[in-house]
């Protein structure tokens, strides 16, 4: 039998991702989960900056880090400076400062078609779904599982899935533009 609800959660999943995405870049405040996608070569495997240190953001352009491991501190301040998040370490003994600067337009604009393009890469990701799940459709009316009746409304009901989820990456996206832009 076919269920439209495996498919709206693979598409709620890929959701997900886009947000944390999207949580991950620099807007004009500090927020931790800024650095929720930067990974440091610690222990022999790469770990997540807050399985490494405590983050706090005390004012709305710092955020501090307090690295647990004096000898990890050289390595977390590498791989801020490695990623595209454009901060500037200050170490003090094991606390790592990171001053937020403002965004100038220049960095405003390039953001806004960073967030456009991980929103199409989205609902790439939710057409594909989409598209796996008509395919099975057609599949189970070749098999006689189901008859044309079915199909077409089922085939309905993942476009109307489709079209909310699409929906909300466009909202998300504009959300996150206004967040940008504003001052």
Not at 68 to 95: E, H, M, R
Not at 107 to 112: A, D
Request: net charge neutral; proline share 3%.
């Amino acid at each position: 039998m076919f269920d439209e609800k495996s498919y709206s959660l693979k598409m709620d999943k890929a959701i997900e991702v886009f947000s944390k995405e999207l949580s991950s870049l620099r807007t004009g405040r500090a927020n931790a989960s800024m650095l929720d996608l930067i990974k440091v070569d610690v222990y022999g495997q790469k770990m997540p900056i807050n399985q490494i240190g405590s983050i706090t953001t005390p004012e709305p352009r710092m955020i501090n880090i307090q690295v647990w491991d004096a000898n990890n501190v050289t390595l977390v301040d590498a791989a801020i400076q490695k990623s595209d998040l454009g901060l500037n370490p200050q170490i003090d003994g094991q606390l790592i400062r990171l001053p937020v600067p403002e965004l100038n337009e220049e960095r405003r604009t390039e953001l806004k078609k960073m967030i456009k393009s991980i929103g199409e890469k989205c609902k790439v990701s939710i057409r594909n779904i989409r598209r796996e799940a008509n395919e099975d459709l057609k599949k189970l009316l070749k098999s006689k599982e189901i008859g044309e009746d079915d199909e077409k409304s089922h085939e309905k009901k993942v476009q109307t899935i489709t079209d909310e989820h699409i929906n909300s990456v466009d909202e998300k996206v504009s959300s996150k533009e206004k967040e940008i832009m504003t001052i």
